[in-house]
Nanobody, 115 residues
Framework: VQLQASGGGLVQPGGSLRLSCTAS????????MGWYRQAPGRKRELSAY???????NYADSVKGRFTISRDNAKNTVLLQMNSLRPEDTAVYYC??????????WGQGTQVTVSS
C-alpha cells in the first residue's frame, strides 16, 4: 500500500485547511485510515481515524474542530480542519492499517498555524 498526502500549508489561527490522502496498491486490504501528527519535540500522536465501515474516532484535542471522511470509491481519506490553533502546528502523516494488522505511512505534510 502506498499513501500520497497533500493539503498542508500556512494558515492563521481560526482558519481552515483540508488534508487529503489517496491510497494505491493493495487497497482492498485496508481496514482503517487516519491521520497522525507530530509537533517539534513531541511524539507522534493519533488525531483521527475512520474505519472501512465509516466509524470515526478523534483525539480529544481535535474533537469538534476536525472532521475525517472517506471516499472508498476514490480510496481517499480527507481531514477537514477548522478553527485551527497554533498548537495544531505539526507534521501530519497519513496512516492506514491493513486487515492483517500491518501499518503503512504516507509522507508527512506540514501544517503551520500562525499569525
Amino acid at each position: 500500500v502506498q499513501l500520497q498526502a497533500s493539503g498542508g500549508g500556512l494558515v492563521q489561527p481560526g482558519g481552515s485547511l483540508r488534508l487529503s490522502c489517496t491510497a494505491s496498491g493493495s487497497i482492498r486490504s485496508i481496514n482503517v485510515m487516519g491521520w497522525y501528527r507530530q509537533a517539534p519535540g513531541r511524539k507522534r500522536e493519533l488525531s483521527a481515524y475512520i474505519t472501512s465501515g465509516g466509524s470515526t474516532n478523534y483525539a480529544d484535542s481535535v474533537k469538534g474542530r476536525f472532521t475525517i471522511s472517506r471516499d472508498n470509491a476514490k480510496n481517499t481519506v480527507l481531514l477537514q480542519m477548522n478553527s485551527l490553533r497554533p498548537e495544531d502546528t505539526a507534521v501530519y502523516y497519513c496512516w492506514c492499517r491493513s486487515s492483517s494488522g500491518v501499518d503503512y505511512w504516507g509522507q508527512g505534510t506540514q501544517v503551520t498555524v500562525s499569525s
